[in-house]
């Protein structure tokens, strides 16, 4: 999903009500109050919404896909720019093995992404990304072996939001017969 095309003159605002609420997707303990919501589609449109805020005197917070929980990720009576409509891969270094992203992307977008680039070390990449991270089935795996009574998962990738903890814990119940938790900020144990 590319980011859309709008006239360069505009952001999108979604809103402009003082009660607007925002809150983290995951843990929902930060329910936040914002001035209004502006999604900029390109550089130019970020440098208008950052120059409006400062000449009205407004503060501002920056969020995307809304993962971060903790409170840290939006500021009360902010204008939140909301980031996900810069998604795009801006360079890759084969030599270096980077990559270069706006801000909004997300893990579905940069593997697509990468998926298309015609660049040899593209797949590497994604690979590299992939392999970086146990999937839970591993995980189950593992805790089988060790014999621990109880699995807390955390540091879930991709942090997709329709992605449900019965769905995070079914991969480790594959392998593993006791306590599976999914954890989150603030959780006590």
Known sequence: ??????????????????????NDIHSRLNPTHVRRIERPNDVEALVRVVRRAREAGESISIGGGRHAMGGQQFGEDCVLVDTRDLARIVA??????????????????????????????????RDHLLKSHTTTEQLGQVA???????????????????????????????????????????MEI
């Open 144 to 186: 089988a072996a060790a014999g621990v009574r109880t699995v807390v998962l955390s540091h879930l990738v991709p942090a997709f939001a329709d992605i449900g903890d019965d769905a995070w814990a079914e991969g480790v119940r594959k392998h593993f017969h006791g306590e599976v938790i999914v954890g989150r900020d603030l």
């Open 92 to 125: 890759l270094d084969v030599e270096r093995g980077l990559v270069t992203v706006e801000a909004g992307i997300q893990w579905p977008e940069l593997l697509a992404g990468l998926d298309r680039l015609k660049d040899g070390n593209a797949p590497n990449l």
């Open 1 to 22: 999903m590319g980011p859309l095309a709008l006239p360069a003159q505009d952001a999108r605002r979604s809103d402009a009500s003082p009660a607007l609420v925002v």
